[in-house]
């Protein structure tokens, strides 16, 4: 019975992917929204810094790191607000209620939503290397960094999209919301995105992975245990 109500449930996620990645790809709202940012951010960044930064700031890697998440942040922020609120606005969400379990709502919204981040992220890494001299030297390092970070990103921005669905002032309490929420992740993320950076070892930044993987996971079973809640609300 268990096998089948998990089969079940991971069917019906699916569904709700190919019916947003369906839909995202015809309007390419969040799309448009999260790679706009992300170009302009590091076009101001490096505008300033650019491949001189090295050259003129000893914490050269500190504030690649910081610009990087910053960059990040802001383009989830911004583009993956409207999760819910594009079904509440076609009055598509009664329907996905009567015909869709509470948790595959959540997971297929959140397996978008970490679809565009990582392609984001990828986004944003190639552009800062590119155009202010990023470079990486431990890069495994890196490459658990982001997958873990956008991980978070992703489970807080559904679960929090899902809340502001109806409110008015979507786009500032999405913010108010989020950052308080993410803050601690951010803080490691930066953190050993800079050792990262610097070459040091993944040994040595065990304990930031730790740590990032252990927010990641609180937040991914308070976000599965409330969002019923939030949904059927």
Same mark, same amino acid.
């Given at each position: 019975? %268990?096998?089948? =109500?998990? @089969?079940?449930?991971?069917?019906?996620?699916?569904?709700?992917?190919? !019916?947003?990645?369906?839909?995202?790809?015809?309007?390419?709202?969040?799309? &448009?929204?999260?790679?706009?940012?992300?170009?302009?951010?590091?076009l101001?960044?490096?505008?300033?810094?650019g491949p001189? $930064?090295?050259? =003129?700031?000893? &914490?050269?890697?500190?504030?690649?790191?910081?610009? /990087?998440?910053?960059?990040?942040?802001?383009?989830a922020?911004?583009?993956?607000? =409207?999760?819910?609120?594009g079904?509440?606005?076609s009055?598509?969400?009664?329907?996905?209620? /009567?015909?869709?379990?509470?948790?595959?709502?959540?997971?297929?919204?959140?397996?978008? %939503?970490?679809?565009?981040?990582?392609?984001?992220?990828?986004?944003?890494?190639v *552009?800062?290397?590119?155009?202010? &001299? /990023?470079?990486?030297? %431990?890069?495994?390092?890196?490459?658990?960094?982001? *997958?873990v970070?956008? /991980?978070?990103?992703?489970?807080?921005?559904?679960?929090?999209?899902?809340?502001?669905? !109806?409110?008015?002032?979507?786009? @500032?309490?999405?913010?108010a919301?989020?950052?308080p929420?993410?803050?601690?992740?951010?803080?490691?993320?930066?953190?050993?995105?800079?050792?990262?950076?610097?070459?040091?070892?993944?040994?040595?930044?065990?304990? &930031?992975?730790?740590?990032?993987?252990?927010?990641?996971?609180? $937040?991914?079973?308070?976000?599965?245990?409330?969002?019923?809640f939030?949904w059927?609300?």
């Amino acid at each position: 019975m %268990n096998e089948r =109500r998990v @089969a079940g449930l991971a069917r019906a996620s699916w569904a709700v992917f190919r !019916k947003d990645l369906r839909i995202e790809l015809r309007t390419r709202y969040a799309l &448009n929204a999260l790679v706009m940012f992300v170009v302009t951010t590091v076009l101001v960044a490096s505008f300033y810094l650019g491949p001189a $930064l090295l050259r =003129r700031d000893q &914490n050269a890697a500190a504030t690649q790191a910081v610009l /990087l998440w910053i960059a990040i942040l802001f383009a989830a922020l911004t583009g993956l607000a =409207r999760a819910f609120v594009g079904e509440e606005e076609s009055e598509t969400a009664l329907f996905l209620r /009567l015909h869709a379990p509470g948790l595959a709502v959540f997971w297929g919204k959140w397996l978008l %939503n970490t679809l565009l981040l990582q392609a984001v992220i990828v986004l944003a890494t190639v *552009c800062f290397a590119l155009l202010t &001299n /990023l470079r990486i030297a %431990n890069l495994l390092l890196f490459f658990v960094v982001v *997958c873990v970070g956008g /991980l978070g990103l992703s489970t807080t921005t559904t679960l929090i999209a899902a809340i502001i669905a !109806k409110a008015s002032a979507r786009s @500032a309490l999405f913010a108010a919301l989020a950052v308080p929420v993410l803050f601690p992740l951010l803080v490691l993320c930066v953190q050993t995105t800079e050792q990262a950076i610097l070459g040091v070892s993944s040994a040595q930044a065990l304990r &930031n992975i730790q740590g990032m993987m252990a927010y990641v996971v609180a $937040l991914t079973a308070t976000a599965v245990l409330l969002f019923p809640f939030v949904w059927e609300a």
